[in-house]
Nanobody
Framework: QLVESGGGLVHSGGSLRLSCTVS????????AGWFRQVPGKERKFVAA????????LYDDSVKGRFTASRDDGKSTLFLQMDNLKPEDTAQYFC???????????????????WGQGTQVTVSS
């Protein structure tokens, strides 16, 4: 089970830190990712973080502003979001995948478990 928290309303240029608590299995066994979705559109990849070495990958739209991290001891994933823009407004989801392959890390279908989402709203 994955549970996100930390969403909210912030002004443009502000920051938020999303958390995702994982239960039901050791987080260290999973690669993980963050996605976002606006109403009427498909869920889009934001960031991924690997098991073991915590290698991160980002969509170009957030590169340099968002930072994904993980604390396996606390079974928690994090997404630090800085210099937020109105176009970052969306429902944000964390996800975990069993696959060890890099294939599919940026696709919704590549993940096995999902959180319920947390809303992030950035005002201009």
């Amino acid at each position: 089970q994955l549970v996100e928290s930390g969403g909210g309303l912030v002004h443009s240029g502000g920051s938020l830190r999303l958390s995702c608590t994982v239960s039901g299995g050791p987080l260290r066994e999973y690669n993980a990712g963050w996605f976002r979705q606006v109403p009427g559109k498909e869920r889009k990849f934001v960031a991924a973080i690997s098991r073991n070495y915590g290698i991160t990958l980002y969509d170009d739209s957030v590169k340099g502003r968002f930072t994904a991290s993980r604390d396996d001891g606390k079974s928690t994933l994090f997404l630090q979001m800085d210099n937020l823009k109105p176009e970052d407004t969306a429902q944000y989801f964390c996800a975990a995948r069993i696959s060890r392959s890099i294939d599919g890390y940026d696709r919704e279908s590549g993940y096995d478990y999902w959180g319920q989402g947390t809303q992030v709203t950035v005002s201009s």
